[in-house]
C-alpha cells in the first residue's frame, strides 16, 4: 500500500472498538491534533493569488512560451499516496513523481510586441502541463500532460500556437524527465509496460525479520540518507514503478517499443539521433543508500536497442565517497559531446575517489567515437576534481576543475583533437565572489544542443555573472577574448535596477532579453539593443503579486563583528512606520549561517539593494504586515582561521554575529533590544536553538525543520566532513538538545511530517521537543501532515504562518516588564 494519512476518525473508531481502558489515550490524540488555522486576512489574500507566469525563449528567439502557474496547492494533493522508496517519493496513480503542481495553460507571446495568445489544446479536465522541451529546429515543442491517473505526451506547434496529444500511451516518470527528441520528427521515451500488471500486495503478516550485515571489514560510511527501502515489499513496490519500455513515437503517433523493459535510471539521444546514452539499475538494491549507488550499467544503444558498448557496469555501492572532493570511482557523469554527431564523454577518478590519496592528478576527461570500438582518448587531466565542460568546437572546449578542500577552482581552454595543450585561463577562490569572471554563455546549434557561443572570429564568446560588489551585485555580460583572456563589458544592470540576462536574441550579442526589476517595480521581461541604445522595450507586464507590501521600506546595512569580520543585512521596516512616531519595533531576525576558510570571503557583500521582494510560501517576512521589523539573512560567518576548521569556534562565532546583528538594529533606533526574536528553517532552525541554548538575547525563537542532535549525522552535516568518531567534543557542543536544559526561551517547532532532507528527519525535532519539555521549557511543536522538508500545500504555509504570528505576539511583542 503506498503511504496514506488516516483520518482521525478512522484511528479513533479503531481505538475505541479495542478497549474502554483506552479512552484517556483517544482523548490525548483528540486533542492533540488541531484543525489547520488561518493566519491574518492580509496575508491570506497573498497566499491565494496566482504564481507569476514562467517565461521560456523559443529557440529562434521571435517568441516567448508564457507557463501559468497556479497558487498553492491543496493538501489533498501534497498528502495524497505515494511511496516513499530508494530516496525518491512516487505516485502510484501516474507512474510520476508525486508533490507535483504543474502549469495549467501555455501562452505564446512574440518579441516583437503584442499580447500573449492562448495555446489552443484540448486540456483534460484538471490537467497539468509540464515544462516544453523543443525539438532540434525550434519548430516545434514536447510536454508532459498531468491528469489525475497518467502522464502523457503533447506536442506544440509554435506558428499554429496549438498543441495536441501525440499518444494516449502512459509515460514513466519516476525515475526522471520521460522524454528526449530523436531528431525533428520523434521523441525517445520511457513508457509503463503494457505488460507491467498488478501493483504488488504488502504482506498482511512478516515473512521473517529484516536483516542486514557487514562482513569486509570495509568502513562503508553514508550520510542520513531518506525514504530508503526498507523491505522486500519497499523493494518489489520499487522494481514495479521504475521498470520502463524505451519506445520512439513519431509525430504520426506510432510507438515502436525499443530493446525489454528494464529499471532505466537514464535515456539519452547522441546530437545526431543515431545512438541512445542507456543507464539501467538491477539489483541487488540496498536498504543503506539510494537508487544511484544502485548495481549500474551505461550502455551505448543503437536505435533498434542493440547494445554497441558498455561504458560501465558497476556493482552496488555501499561505501559511499565522503567529503567535497570525494568521487564515485570508475566513469562517472557521461554525456553526449554537444559540439559532435556521436561522441561520448565521461570522467574517472584516477585516485579511486579517495582524496586522501596523494597523486599528481585526481581526474582525466576522456571521449570516444561512433561506432564505439575503439580505446577512448584522455582529453586532459585535471589535478582537482574535474567538475564540468563547456564543448565549443572540434579543437575549443572550456574545462573546469575544483578543490572543494581548498575552496579553489580553475577554468581551462582544452583542445579535445589533441593538437594543443590546456591553457589556464583563470585560478580563483570560489568563495570570492568579487573576483568571479562569470560563466560562459551558450547557444543552441542546428542540432538542438548547447554549445559555446563563438563569435565569426572564432575566439570571442560571451561570460555573464552576478557581478558582486561592495555596492551589491550588478549583473553583467563580457565580451571575452579567449586568446588574451581579457573582457571587454558589453552591458552591467545599473541602478536603481537588478537586471540580469536572460539570453542573447542575436548571434553577435548585440540585443538582449533580460529580467528587470527594482524595489518597486516587480520583475518583467525587456529587450535591449546594445548598439542602438535605444529604450529598452519592456514585454511582458506581470504585476505585483503582494501590493500590501508596497509600503514596506528597506536598508542594506553593513557592521562589524567583535573579531573585526564584516557582517551585512538587509533591515525591513513594516508599511507606514514612522520612527519619530512609532519608536523602537519588535523584531525577528531570520538567519542560516554559512562555513567560510577566509574573514575577506565571509566579509563580501551579497545581494542587490534594488531587488522587488515579495513574500512568498510561509516566510517570514509577513511579519512585516503584522508590525514588526525584519532584519533579513544577517550573515552568520563561521570561519575556518589559524589552522582550525570552521567548525572548531561554531558557538563562540554564532553568538558573536548575533551580538553584532542585534546592536545594529538597535543603534539604527529601529528594534527595541528587549522585543527581539530570533528564527530560521534547516540550518538556520539548528542555528535557532544553538542560540537560545547559549544566550540570553532573544526573548523567543522559531525553528522549523531543524536536526538538534548531531550524534544522529554522525558521519558529517553542511560542510562538516569529519565523523563523530574523529571530532566527539565538537559534534558533542554543536548539539543543542545537549543543551536543552539550558534553553530558557520560548521556542516554536515546526516539522514536515514527512521531511525528506538529508539529517533532518522528523525525529529530531521530537527529541528535541520531549528533551524540552521535560526540563522545564516554553515549548510548542507543531507537526505538518504530509510536508516535506520545505513546506508546500495551502493549508500547512496558512498554518505555519498562523503559528508563527501568534508565537511573536505572545512572546515577542509584548513589551518586557519592567523589573
Known amino acids: 500500500m503506498p503511504f496514506r494519512w488516516p483520518s482521525l476518525r478512522s484511528v479513533g473508531a479503531r481505538v475505541l472498538a479495542r478497549s474502554i481502558a483506552l479512552l484517556p489515550l483517544v482523548s490525548t490524540l483528540a486533542s492533540a491534533q488541531a484543525a489547520y488555522r488561518q493566519p491574518p486576512a492580509v496575508i491570506q489574500r497573498i497566499l491565494d493569488a496566482p504564481a507569476t507566469p514562467t517565461a521560456l525563449m523559443s529557440p529562434d528567439r521571435t517568441a516567448i512560451l508564457l507557463l501559468e502557474r497556479p497558487g498553492l496547492p491543496p493538501i489533498s494533493e501534497i498528502a495524497a499516496p505515494e511511496f516513499r522508496v530508494a530516496g525518491i517519493r512516487l505516485d502510484p496513480r501516474t507512474s510520476g513523481p508525486s508533490r507535483q503542481n504543474p502549469a495549467r495553460g501555455i501562452s505564446i507571446m512574440p518579441i516583437a510586441g503584442g499580447a500573449p495568445t492562448p495555446l489552443a489544446m484540448a486540456l483534460p479536465t484538471d490537467a497539468g502541463v509540464g515544462t516544453p522541451t523543443w525539438s532540434p529546429n525550434g519548430k516545434l515543442f514536447a510536454f508532459v500532460v498531468n491528469t489525475s491517473d497518467a502522464l502523457t505526451l503533447w506536442v506544440g506547434d509554435l506558428a499554429a500556437k496549438s498543441a495536441r496529444q501525440l499518444s494516449t500511451r502512459r509515460l514513466n516518470a519516476v525515475l526522471g524527465a520521460p522524454c528526449d527528441w530523436s531528431g525533428d520528427e520523434a521523441l525517445i521515451c520511457t513508457l509503463v509496460p503494457s505488460d507491467r500488471g498488478a501493483e504488488p500486495v504488502a504482506p498482511q503478516t512478516p515473512t521473517g525479520p529484516i536483516v542486514q550485515e557487514a562482513l569486509t571489514g570495509s568502513a562503508d560510511r553514508a550520510a542520513t540518507y531518506q525514504d530508503l527501502l526498507k523491505s522486500p515489499y519497499d523493494e518489489a513496490i520499487f522494481a514495479h514503478y521504475a521498470t520502463s519500455q524505451l519506445a520512439r513515437i513519431a509525430l504520426d503517433g506510432t510507438v515502436t517499443n525499443i530493446g525489454t523493459s528494464a529499471i532505466i535510471s537514464g535515456a539519452t539521444l547522441s546530437p545526431d539521433g543515431q545512438w541512445m546514452l542507456v543507464t539501467t539499475l538491477a539489483k541487488p538494491f540496498s536498504y543503506s543508500v539510494p537508487l544511484n549507488f544502485f548495481p549500474t550499467k551505461i550502455e551505448v544503444w543503437t536505435p533498434d536497442g542493440r547494445v554497441a558498448r558498455t561504458l560501465a557496469s558497476r556493482p552496488l555501492l555501499e561505501r559511499v565517497s565522503w567529503g567535497s572532493d570525494g568521487a564515485q570511482a570508475g566513469p562517472r557523469n557521461p554525456q553526449w559531446r554537444a559540439d559532435q554527431p556521436a561522441t561520448l564523454s565521461w570522467i574517472e577518478a584516477l585516485d579511486n575517489g579517495d582524496p586522501t590519496k596523494q597523486v599528481p592528478k ?257 516566510s517570514h517576512l509577513f511579519a512585516l504586515l503584522q508590525g514588526y521589523g525584519v532584519m533579513d539573512d544577517p550573515t552568520m560567518p563561521i570561519i575556518g582561521a589559524d589552522g582550525k576548521e570552521p567548525n572548531d569556534t561554531y558557538v563562540e562565532q554564532l553568538v558573536a554575529s548575533a551580538e553584532a546583528a542585534i546592536d545594529q538594529i538597535v543603534g539604527m533606533g529601529v528594534a527595541d533590544r528587549d522585543r527581539i526574536g530570533v528564527g530560521g528553517h534547516s540550518y538556520g532552525a539548528f542555528m535557532t536553538a544553538n542560540l537560545l541554548a547559549h544566550t540570553r538575547l532573544f526573548r523567543a525563537g522559531i525553528a522549523r525543520s531543524g536536526a538538534y542532535n548531531r550524534t544522529l549525522t554522525p558521519f558529517g552535516f553542511q560542510g562538516e566532513e569529519r565523523s563523530f568518531w574523529q571530532a566527539q567534543d565538537l559534534y558533542e557542543k554543536m548539539s543543542p538538545f545537549n543543551y536543552a536544559d539550558s534553553i530558557k526561551t520560548p521556542i516554536l517547532l515546526v516539522h514536515g511530517m514527512a521531511d525528506n532532507n538529508t539529517g533532518t528527519f522528523p525525529i529530531q525535532s521530537e527529541r528535541m521537543y520531549a528533551a524540552l519539555k521535560g526540563n522545564g521549557a516554553t515549548v510548542r511543536y507543531v507537526q505538518l501532515p504530509g510536508e516535506a522538508h520545505g513546506y508546500a500545500a495551502r493549508e500547512s504555509v496558512g498554518h505555519t504562518l498562523a503559528e508563527m504570528m501568534s508565537w511573536l505576539d505572545q512572546f515577542v511583542k509584548p513589551p518586557k516588564p519592567r523589573m
Open 362 to 618: 585526481r581526474d582525466r576527461i576522456l571521449a570516444l567515437a561512433a561506432p564505439f570500438t575503439g580505446e577512448p582518448a584522455t582529453l586532459v587531466e585535471t589535478e582537482w576534481r574535474a567538475r564540468g565542460i563547456v564543448w565549443g568546437r572540434n579543437d575549443l572546449a572550456i574545462a573546469t576543475e575544483a578543490n572543494g578542500r581548498q575552496r579553489k577552482t580553475r577554468t581551462w581552454v582544452i583542445d579535445p583533437s589533441g593538437k594543443a595543450a590546456p591553457r589556464l585561463l583563470w585560478e580563483r577562490s570560489s568563495e570570492d565572489r568579487y573576483g568571479d569572471r562569470g560563466t560562459f554563455v551558450t547557444r543552441r546549434d542546428a542540432r538542438g544542443q548547447s554549445v559555446l557561443h563563438l563569435l565569426n572570429d572564432g575566439k570571442t564568446t560571451f561570460l555573464r555573472g552576478n557581478g558582486a560588489s561592495p555596492e551589491g551585485d550588478r549583473p553583467f555580460l563580457d565580451r571575452f577574448d579567449l586568446t588574451t583572456g581579457q573582457s571587454t563589458r558589453a552591458f552591467q544592470s545599473t541602478a536603481p535596477y537588478y537586471e540580469t540576462i536572460v539570453d542573447l536574441l542575436d548571434d553577435r550579442g548585440e540585443r538582449l532579453l533580460t529580467r528587470r526589476e527594482s524595489v518597486n517595480e516587480p520583475p518583467n521581461l525587456w529587450q535591449r539593443d546594445l548598439v542602438r541604445r535605444i529604450a529598452p522595450q519592456q514585454l511582458t507586464q506581470f504585476k505585483d503579486p503582494a501590493p500590501e507590501f508596497a509600503g514596506v521600506r528597506s536598508e542594506r546595512v553593513s557592521y562589524k563583528r567583535r573579531d573585526g569580520v564584516t557582517l551585512h543585512a538587509t533591515v525591513y521596516l513594516p508599511p507606514g512606520y514612522d520612527k519619530a512616531r512609532d519608536g523602537a519595533l519588535p523584531f525577528l531576525l531570520w538567519a542560516y549561517p554559512l562555513e567560510f576558510g577566509s574573514a575577506d570571503a565571509a566579509s563580501q557583500v551579497t545581494g542587490s539593494p534594488y531587488r522587488f521582494t515579495r513574500p512568498n510560501g510561509p
